[in-house]
């Protein structure tokens, strides 16, 4: 872990948006550093698992031998942000998995995969985020839905209008942040910065 004054955040560079995350990170004003390995883990004081596809992104993992690394790592404190398949991933169970998927884990709820339908049903939309002034034009592209959240899990954002009102798609857990949609492509910051405050906490 480092010991900087500026933190040190690791985008998981396995598979989806990285390029896109780590520009976002650079823009907020923290170094951003690629994981591909255990080790790279040691060197990050936060982590980003990105938009993508979840399936593919445990598979690799796995091959990685990245899967244990990152729970331990996150079990003792280090703050993550996962965006679409990201939060996927940080999710303790999720629906509409392949037989046998497995995530990483840490936030107590229970995310559907694909839940607003294939890439020819990706929409934009603004949302209300808890903790920011104005809504976020939010990003959904074969985007997950959150079902249901733990007592300790906080419910950021929801869809407000169309079929899918009311649809949680924004949720933290202590030092766990995950988003059903992808800031990383939409030149808005502020869920970034937001995740950066969180890790400056930590």
């Given at each position: 872990m480092t010991t900087e004054t500026t933190p040190v955040i690791g985008v998981l560079a396995l598979q989806g948006?990285?390029?896109?995350?780590?520009?976002?990170?650079e823009t907020c004003g923290v170094r951003a550093?690629?994981?591909?390995h255990a080790d790279d883990l040691e060197r990050v004081s936060g982590l980003?698992?990105?938009?993508?596809?979840?399936?593919t992104m445990w598979r690799l993992a796995t091959t990685f031998e990245?899967?244990?690394?990152?729970r331990k790592r996150i079990e003792g404190g280090m703050p993550a942000y996962g965006s679409c398949a990201g939060m996927i991933m940080l999710a303790d169970?999720?629906?509409?998995?392949?037989?046998?998927q497995e995530t990483i884990g840490g936030i107590d709820m229970t995310v559907r995969r694909n839940a607003f339908?294939?890439?020819?049903?990706?929409?934009?939309a603004d949302v209300s985020f808890h903790g920011l002034d104005t809504p976020y034009?939010?990003?959904?592209?074969?985007?997950p839905w959150v079902e249901r959240v733990g007592e300790d899990c906080e419910?950021?954002?929801?869809?407000?209008?169309?079929?899918?009102?009311?649809?949680?798609?924004?949720v933290r857990q202590g030092h766990l942040l995950a988003t059903a949609f992808h800031p990383e492509l939409t030149g808005d910051t502020r869920v970034h910065r937001y995740f950066v405050e969180l890790v400056k906490e930590a």
């Open positions: 948006d990285v390029r896109e995350h780590l520009r976002a990170l550093v690629t994981v591909r980003v698992i990105p938009g993508g596809e979840s399936t990245l899967m244990e690394p990152l169970r999720i629906l509409d998995g392949i037989d046998g339908g294939r890439q020819v049903d990706s929409f934009e034009h939010a990003v959904f592209i074969r985007a419910v950021l954002a929801s869809v407000a209008t169309g079929a899918a009102a009311g649809r949680i798609v924004a």
